[in-house]
């Protein structure tokens, strides 16, 4: 599909901001939603029960699948069981195609942040040291799923038909569109 333009994100209803764990998917997409006056959902907190324990699949399916059969979203990002629906409904894809290193830092200094705040996230979830450095850690699930992350943005990118994509390169990308649109909202051009 051709490259997404700023007019694109400017007309999109359904907006998804897909990218590399830490890479600031949730950051953009409240801040996409809050110019265009959509509404934000964050899957993290659909997909998470307290302790940490991940929502039975039926639910998680009743919980997510609707959000992306509505009208008007920004939605921040598309597990691999509902990338298909989330991309067949999307009017955009905003992809966060940063470098590994960017990322991981990124999200280095967020959960370095969150444990010792002890910030809740994920449905009101606590990041701990002790989760940080098991297997099952968001820094190991950063390793696991990089590559494969970064290679569904990119195919999607490149594909010949489907939904536009813009994919950002570095941060100052994100902040340029958000100051386009905010420029755009101000200026009573459509939104």
Not at 115 to 128: A, K
């Amino acid at each position: 599909m051709p490259a997404a333009t700023l007019a694109d994100v400017m007309r999109a209803r359904r907006i998804l901001v897909y990218g590399c764990t830490g890479s600031g998917k949730s950051t953009l997409a409240l801040a996409l939603g809050r110019l265009r006056g959509l509404q934000v959902t964050l899957i993290d907190e659909l997909t998470w029960e307290p302790g940490w324990v991940s929502t039975p699949p039926q639910e998680r399916d009743a919980r997510v699948l609707p959000r992306y059969a509505a009208e008007e979203w920004v939605i921040d990002t598309a597990y691999g069981v509902h990338r298909h629906a989330a991309h067949a409904r999307a009017d955009v894809i905003v992809g966060l195609d940063y470098p590994r290193v960017l990322s991981l830092g990124r999200l280095l200094r967020r959960t370095a942040r969150r444990i010792v705040r002890r910030e809740p996230c994920c449905n009101g979830n606590i990041e701990t040291l002790g989760r940080t450095l098991s297997r099952d850690s968001i820094i190991a699930w950063h390793f696991r799923s990089w590559a494969r992350k970064r290679a569904v943005m990119r195919g999607w990118a490149a594909a010949a038909e489907g939904t536009p994509v813009l994919l950002l390169d570095r941060p100052r990308d994100a902040d340029q569109l958000l100051a386009a649109l905010a420029a755009g909202a101000g200026s009573g051009q459509p939104t």
